[in-house]
């Protein structure tokens, strides 16, 4: 009967070791099949993918706002600085622009009676 227990009459820790590698491999077993379960659950998955798009989507909308209101801004910013570069302009000297809305004034007039004059 020493076959079984060994020379040195440790058995029991043979049977321990055996004991512990079952309990290690129920435990992989249990993972592997949360692992295949959650794999075979498509709507959950679905859901799950569905939810990361949705959160894509709302960084870039909010990412996408953010740069065209930067934008906006910019434009506005360049808008006002010209109408007041050109406002400076025109208290500086009048004489130019007067002259153009004289000459717009005066271009009108003469469409208006080679129009009448057609009828």
């Given amino acids: 009967m020493t076959g079984t227990t060994g020379s040195n009459g440790n058995g ?3 049977t321990e070791a055996l004991r512990e590698e079952i309990r290690r491999t129920r435990v992989e077993l ?3 099949m949360e692992l ?3 794999k075979a659950d498509v709507k959950a998955r679905l859901k799950d993918s569905a939810e990361q798009a949705r959160e894509r989507v709302r960084e870039q909308a909010a990412s996408t706002v953010a740069r065209v209101r930067e934008q906006a801004a910019q434009s506005v910013d360049r808008a006002r600085t010209q109408a007041y570069d050109r ?3 025109v208290r500086r000297d009048p004489v130019p ?4 809305a004289a000459g717009a004034v005066a271009a009108v ?3 208006l009676i080679v129009r009448g ?3």
């Fill in 87 to 89: 406002s400076v302009a």
């Fill in 117 to 119: 004059r057609r009828r």
């Fill in 36 to 38: 295949l379960a959650a």
């Fill in 12 to 14: 029991t820790g043979d």
């Fill in 30 to 32: 249990g993972e592997t």
């Fill in 109 to 111: 007039v003469v469409l």
């Fill in 97 to 100: 622009w007067a002259t153009i």
